[in-house]
């Protein structure tokens, strides 16, 4: 069972929280609709997602300043998912519906705590997605930025064309953006600014804009504000049974958005996270958010990025965001219809730009690691900003599993263990050949994967005549690969035909059981497995005098 937070774990809210809900709430006006408009859905659908999911989110949420509202990953999928089925992104009902039914699977997976699944991903992986997703949210602005829409199938493609074609871009958007970024530096650097240092850009160049009369796109040129809070809006149950593949497509979306949000802005209060307690505030939020005239819904790396930006430093920052987006929208909507785009385009390009220079030090780590996971970051990196959302999660996790896989393999050994008769034992490299009636410990390190075991049947030893081979399996998984369990019976049969002997050492209670259901236990004869005790190496010197005592009972061959 999930544990929601208690009033009082929630913490009191610091003023700083209340700016940068201000902050937060101001940009969800622009983005949300914007985000909105481009997928083909009613740019009011965008505006008021930052509203009930905001705030359910954030009450709910592991992540402390996670802020939950659409994304343009979510848009894009969930216009995908519609035009797939048939069914009209104008249509509320049809909106609604695939909002609740995504919600529903991202509360499933959050309350049969699938959130482990994302712990199998490597870091190189999440490193290379959420570096792709950062550059995503800055290629996404770019028009916002200079009233030049680039051009590609890919946000690279959009990236070089964008730059090549520096000769169009419009000259007030441009200007526009550029004063955006450098009020925002000026204001950083003044350390009793620095937290409202959007706000004050914003604010700023936004007065500018229309003192000196401008010519840019505000946000009315994207659609009306309605002066109203989001009403109740009943989802089209009939459209249900088209949208419930496509909603665990947006669930998957969200969810692997938002699972590189907590590594990239660790809880202010200490605490952990939990991806298992991220899942069920999505789905909340997006359940709940859907009723409510929202799209669906997931952790915004963006707008968490603005709210941290701004000084954010409880979940009330995220709450404070939707309560300020709704009185924004109903008392000042006309106010708010005047904010320039290029003024949230350059401030989307400045949060951008700081999570992809937060990343470096991550980017270092892993290209020092190994050329295998440089490779599986780079590979990720392109996939997010080349294929479609859900593919590039499939392509990560795939490389997760595949870098695993190599790893695990690699890292698996055999040694050889001597006791050096004070109660220790040293480790040495195995023998050729077994030494005729003694016992030799063999320690197996490894996960029984069956990429590993070529190599471990290779360094196996020759066997001989009484000779007897305790094969210690401390780390061996409870349910080891039918492929090891194979091996090992060849190796004993291998050693029975010889003469010798096949003994297991710190065998848990799982895996004897499975030993004995296959009937390895019988081939190997009796007492030949021996359980793990609470001492490290009680089982082992158990073995050994099992071994001894064998090696005595047996003539030696004349």
Known sequence: MIRRPSLRSLGRPKPSDVTAGLVTGLFSIP?????????????????????????????????????????????????????????????????????LLSGVVMLLMGVLRLGVVLSFVSNAVMVGFSTGIALQIVVGVLKDATAYQPKGHNKLVQLGDWLVHAGSWDLAATLTAVATVAVWALAHVVKRLRTVA????????????????????????IADIPASLPHFTAPDWSAAPHLVGGALSIALVALTQAAGISPSVPNPDGSKPSVNRDFTAQGLASVTGSLFQSLPVGGSLSRTGVAVSAGAHTRWAGVFSGIWLALIVLALAPLAERIPMPVIGGLIIVVGGELIIGKIPDIRLVLRTSWLSAAAMLITFLGTTQLPLQQAIILGAVLSLLLYCVQASRQASLLALTPTGDGRWRTEAVPRTLPAGQVTVLDYSGVSLFAELPAIERAWPEPAPRAVLVLVLRTLPD?????????????????????????????????AKIAETTGLARRLGPDAIVPAEDTLFAAVETAVRRGRDWIDSTPPVS
């Open 31 to 99: 983005e949300g609709m914007a985000y909105a408009s481009i997928a083909g859905f009613n740019p009011v659908a965008g505006l008021f997602s930052g509203v009930v999911p905001a705030i359910v989110g954030s009450l709910t949420a592991r992540t402390v300043l996670m802020v939950t509202t659409l994304t343009s990953a979510i848009a894009l999928t969930s216009q995908s998912v519609l035009s797939d089925a048939g069914l009209d992104p104008a249509d509320a009902g049809n909106v609604a519906v695939l909002g």
């Open 198 to 221: 959007l706000l004050v850009a914003m604010v700023v160049v936004s007065a500018g804009v229309a003192a000196f009369g401008t010519d840019v796109e505000l946000v009315s040129d």
């Open 479 to 511: 349910v080891p690969s039918s492929a090891m369990i194979k091996l090992l019976d060849r190796l004993a049969e291998d050693l029975h035909r010889a003469g010798g002997r096949l003994l297991l050492a710190g065998v848990r209670p799982p895996l």
